[in-house]
């Protein structure tokens, strides 16, 4: 069984617990130390924080993308190959 060295040692665990065979001795050694304890508190609030989080494009970024996929025309040409023009 390992030891929790390092702050990456606990998030590590907060992500993988469910997945370790020793997690509950894990999770009563976190329990038996006050200070492991409260960083452990604090990241497993983070780690549920960062889940409820959506991230994605703005709306501008959105409507910037839509409107140069509709002013964009490529055509063939034999001798140059693909032609791309921003039709304004």
Known sequence: M???TTLN???LFAYCESGMPDASDYQKMINA???LSKQY????KVKNYLNKLKVGP?????KNLLNY???L???RSQSAGNISLVMN
């Not at 703005?58 to 959105?62: A, G, L, N, P």
């Open 2 to 4: 390992q030891h929790f």
């Open 9 to 11: 040692d606990l998030i």
């Open 33 to 35: 130390d006050g200070k």
């Open 41 to 44: 508190k604090s990241i497993k």
């Open 58 to 62: 703005s709306e501008f970024v959105i």
């Open 69 to 71: 996929s509709k002013a």
């Open 73 to 75: 025309s490529v055509t």
